[in-house]
């Protein structure tokens, strides 16, 4: 969805396979560290485990050049979020959240002081894709039952990189 913006696509994940980032035209990061002093923009959206809890810290946060836009998607916790206001109420960069430490939002959170771009969590399909979801479903039942191999099936490998 973002190729039409230009510019390069790039990403950091533990444990997710050349193969992958090579299927998607992504390029592969070796760090957290090469991924976000290259960026301008960076969506979090890493699983929370204890090795990604607290990741996304102050000295992470200062390697975003100067303007960056840091978005988090993927869970609160994966980010130190009091320095994370720090570093948005310098300036130097900009922030938008869909998660946060508390959910929801309690309305005396120094967040809301921010100038910053702040969404309810609302994670999951909307409801016109409902039908898409159960086609999907259907879709993988049908070819179950046929002897082929399911799509987007959730590998214990898979499931390990998720929250």
């Known amino acids: 969805m973002l190729r039409p913006f230009g510019g390069t696509i ?10 992958f980032y090579d299927k998607h035209g992504v ?4 760090s957290l560290e090469e991924l976000f002093s290259t960026s301008e923009i960076v969506v979090e959206c890493e699983a929370l485990n ?12 200062r390697l975003l050049p100067e303007g960056a836009l840091f978005i ?17 109420r310098s300036g130097r960069i900009q922030i938008a ?9 309690p309305s005396a959170s120094p ?5 910053a771009v702040l969404t309810p969590h609302i994670a ?4 016109d894709r409902f039908p898409a979801c159960g086609q999907w479903a259907f879709h993988n039942l049908k070819r179950y ?16 990189r998720s929250t």
């Open 124 to 127: 999951g399909p909307t409801i």
């Open 145 to 160: 039952f046929e002897g082929k191999p399911v799509e987007s099936r959730v590998t214990l490998e898979v499931y390990d």
């Open 10 to 19: 790039q990403a950091y994940s533990e444990g997710l396979p050349q193969e």
């Open 97 to 105: 959240l869909d998660v946060y430490t508390q959910e929801p939002l």
């Open 50 to 61: 204890p090795r990604t809890n607290g990741i996304v810290n102050r000295k992470m946060l």
């Open 27 to 30: 390029r592969r990061c070796d």
């Open 72 to 88: 988090n998607v993927g869970r609160a916790a994966v980010t130190n979020e009091n320095e994370l206001m720090e570093e948005a």
């Open 111 to 115: 967040l809301l002081e921010l100038d």
